[in-house]
Each structure stands twice: as C-alpha cells, then as structure tokens.
C-alpha cells in the first residue's frame, strides 16, 4: 500500500509539472510572453526551435496518460502512444538540431545531443517492441524514454537552483545539460532492476 502511495504521489507530480510545462512552452510557437534570449539566440532556432516544442510539448502533455491502468489496455493506449512517440521523435530530432547550435560551447552540445540520441533510440525501441507484440520490451524501452522525457522538467528544476551554486551561468548550465537527464536514467534503470517483470 504504501508503494502504491508513493508511486501516486511521483506520478501525480509527474503528471502536473508536465502538464505546466507543456502549456508553457506552446507559448514559444505564437511568441507570446517572455522568451529566453539564450534559446531564441540558438544558430538553429529557426526552424528547429518550433520543431522541438511541437514534439517536446505535446510528449511532455500525453506520457503520464500512459501509466494509467485503465488506458493501458485497447485502442486508447495505442493511438496515445503513438501519438507521445511521435512527439518524442520529432521532439528529439529537433533538440539534437539546437544541442548543435547551441551558444553554450561543445559541452552543452554533448550533453544535450547525448539526451536526444538516447531519447530517440529508446523510444523508437520501444515502439518497435510494440509493433513485435514484445510487450515486456516495450514498456521497459518506454520507462526509460519517459525518463528521458521527464529531462525537460529536471533541467527547469536546475536552472532555477543555478544561481545558488555560486558557479558561472555558462558552467552551471553545461552541467545541467547532463544532470537533467543522467539521473533520471539512473533511477529508471534501478526501478527496472528492483521490479524486473
């Protein structure tokens, strides 16, 4: 019972800051509201930017859906699914375009660009699993690219710290760029290991 608790409290949360930060960041597409100079200064922000957000967004606003029990068994799961996926391949393509034009030097690069392959891949394995009916395989390949989806919250949750940590702006933001996913990977890895089935 108490697993259970907690799972619904991490979903629960899951689910609110990817609703939020969905909503947020389709304000990008019509340009409404304060936009961060940083992002909008990307050699690739255009069109690769509004390519991201489309993709990211609509991941981000359809994955925690995903979880539900009572969805996971017809046709709602599917046309969700594919619908998440999509998003997170295109999201994915476009972020691997801007982590090469980033203004943040090669570290940013890498640590953005490594989030995306992986992001990619992991979900691309997941709806090839799917396809193949390997049903195990694909919710253990989906585990680990919601976990990847979940990047985008994690590196708004280290942004906003980055101040406290005293270190420059373009430093702290290179080390985000690997602590919003690398974490996140890990602990879907362990949930992986500790419930294998």
Known sequence: ????????????????????????????????????????????????????????????????????????????????????????????????????????????????GSLDVLWIAFVALGWRAAVRREFVAHRRWMIRGWALTLAAITLRLLLLAIPATGLPPVAAYCAASFLCWIPNLAIAEAYLRLRPR
Not at 1 to 13: D, Q, R
């Open 1 to 112: 019972m108490i697993k259970t608790m907690a799972g619904g409290v991490w979903w629960s949360a899951a689910m609110l800051l990817s609703l939020a930060l969905a909503i947020f960041s389709y304000r990008y597409l019509p340009g409404i509201g304060p936009l961060a100079p940083p992002i909008l200064a990307n050699l690739f922000a255009k069109p690769w930017l509004d390519l991201h957000i489309v993709g990211a967004a609509t991941a981000l606003l359809l994955g925690s859906f995903q979880f539900l029990p009572v969805l996971r068994r017809g046709s709602a799961h599917r046309w969700i699914g594919r619908t998440y996926a999509l998003g997170c391949l295109i999201g994915g393509a476009g972020g691997l375009a801007l982590a090469l034009g980033t203004t943040a030097g090669p570290a940013a690069t890498l640590g953005f």
